[in-house]
Structures are given as C-alpha cells and as structure tokens.
C-alpha cells in the first residue's frame, strides 16, 4: 500500500448505507449555523489510475478492513450531530439534525466490555423537537425506549418498540440497531464485496479520490465509486464518503441513484453526515439509562 493510501485510512464502498436511525426522538436545542445542509468543494483531484489493483474494490475493501479493525480496537465511544435526509418509498424526506451519543459494543477480550448503546434527541424540524431515543444492545427485552415532547403523542410517555417494527420503522430506511461509523464501514465492506463478486472485470465500476475537498470548513478525502452502466445488482449509481484529514473517520455518506431521464441529475436516496465528532469522551452505562436520562431532560426543561 502506497504512503499516500496508508494516510486515509478508509475507502468508500458504496452501498446500501450507513446505518443511521432516526425513528429517534429528542430534546429542545436551537439548531447552530453550523447545522447548515453540508456542500463540499474540489481542490484537487486524484484518479485511480495511480493506485492500479487487479479490480478498483481491492484496495478499497483492503483499507475499509484496516479502518473497521481500528475502530474495533480504538474507539470506544464518540458524540456527534448527526444530519440526515433519506428518500422513503419515492419520496425525500426533509432534512433530520439529531444528537447522538454512541458507545461501540466491547467484547472484554482487549478492554472492559461494554453493549453496543446508542442515545439520539431531535434538534429540528420543530415537528419532530423534542424527541428522546435511546436503545442498549442486549437489555430491555431487545427494545428501544422513546417518547414524544410534543402533540397527542406525548400524552403517550415512554413507549417501547421493537427497533424493525412497522411503528420504529416508519419513515427510516435503517433501524437503530445500525446507526454508527462501525456498521457503517461493515456494511461497505459487505456490499463492495457483493459489488466486486457481481462485476469481476469492473466493467461498471469507477472509483476515483478528490482530495482537500470542504465539507464544513473541514478538510476531507472523498472517496467515489460509479456504476455508469445501472445493472439490477448494483445498489446506487454514485456514493461518496468524507474521510476527516485530522480525525481519519468517515464525516459524510451519500449515495445517488441513476437519472429518472436522459441527461438528467443523478437522485439523491441517502445522505448522512456527522458533525461535531469527539471520540472516546468517555460514555458511562449510565448515560445509556433511560429512566435516569429522560428524567434529567425533564427536570432540565422545567
């Protein structure tokens, strides 16, 4: 692997997305300006070409193991700010901004163990504001817990759902049991190998990286792959990934599906981004208990 790959540290492998949730629920913050729909610039393109493998996924997959065994072993934990914007049944839905605090499951061999828990809360739209979900792998008879801050659904209090029921599942394309950068990368590595298996002379596969693009004012690497050619077993016509310069993890995913007419603009299907990411700050399992959580939000609004 050449120096400068070893410096990315990921790769895109494009596919059927990141996991991410939101059937989630949080609490009343203003949004920042720095919430604003992210847009990236190109400073400086880089082809493929460079970095010949036997197929342009090779070293994709090779470098998204890299990442994904790194996370394993090094990330414990990280909050961030989470926008997102999923096309459901045809139809794109608007823009989610939510806080997420996520605790990567440990198994104990290397380090304590810990489940793998996640706590989301709605920044905007002010139709969904307020809204509390939390979900802890392994406890709670499988289920996530979340209630509503606004409206008849309120009156509800804490409701508890199965995380692929219809009422969880409704307007999201992932459940919560998929949110985060980890499944995210082991969900890339399984479509791009799936991908490679499909087109094994990569005869409609292109993968190229822009380097020094914005996204936020951060420096990023973008990773593309292109399916010019749209085959029933490919997943998105374009996906890129953002992979922070300083912090080395993936900060964006979005994927595109073909053009509904000749010549026209590829369709955005999903599109993830996170902002705001501290890694091992030091989640506790209580930060992951819901009746001490929820009760501190209340008490905070009062």
Known sequence: MSSR?????WICLLASSTALYTVAMAWGQEPRDQLKEPVFRVTKRIESDERKPNHPLDQAIKIAEDGLKRIRTEVADYTCTIVKQERIKGELLPTEHMRAEIRNRKTGETQAAQPFSVYLNFLKPDTIQGREVMYVEGKNGGKLVGHEAKGVEKLLGDVWLKPEG?????????????????????????RATSDRKSDPKALST????????????????????????????????IARVFIDDQLQVPVRYAAYSWPTTPGGRPVLEEAYTYLDMKMNVGLKENDFDHEKRFRQIRVARQ
């Not at 790959?5 to 540290?9: A, K």
């Open 5 to 9: 790959l070893s410096r990315r540290t």
């Open 166 to 190: 219809m009422l969880a599942m409704r307007g999201q394309r992932y459940p919560i049991t998929e949110i985060g950068i980890e499944n995210l990368v082991d969900k890339l590595i399984e």
């Open 206 to 237: 292109q993968v190229r990286y822009i380097e020094k693009a914005k996204i936020n004012g951060r420096s990023c690497l973008v990773i593309e792959v292109t399916h010019p050619v749209q085959k029933p077993y490919f997943d998105f016509h």
